[in-house]
């Protein structure tokens, strides 16, 4: 009896190898990509914490600005210097709902120990924010500072 295959099975053995290494490179392919996918989405994580830590540094005089609007007297309302700055913090809030900054909606709004920080109750509807204090934010629908409000107490 001899060593040698019939040409039948060796064809048949190389067709096996064949697949075997094509359905290897597929994997590979796949590795590939989900690495790469894996590596974009981590770069773009990174940057987003980055821009987070600015953003978080920028809030308190986001909200200076908007007490001080608040309380501006009425005969300074029409200065050109006001509206200035006015246009400024608008152009400032403007660029960065652009990157992903939105302001919580809270005024009237049942409390959500995720986006409200209660300071204080008060009369009104029970558990709906009748007061906001100071303005709470997300950056891509993470809360990174909570709102302050007042809660209704039910009287």
Known sequence: MSDQKDPAQAQDDEGDELAKI???????????????????????????????????????????????????PEDLADHDWIKGLQATEQQLMSDLTAVGLKQIDSLGKPVDPQQHEVLQAAAGEKDIVVTVMEEGYMLNEKVIRPAKVVVGNGE
């Open 22 to 72: 094509k359905e290897l490179a597929a994997r590979a392919q796949a590795d590939l990509q989900n690495a790469k996918a894996r590596m974009e989405k981590e770069a773009q994580e990174i940057r987003g914490y980055a821009m987070q830590g600015l953003i978080e540094k920028l809030l308190p005089t986001i909200s200076n600005f908007q007490r001080a609007f608040e309380h501006l």
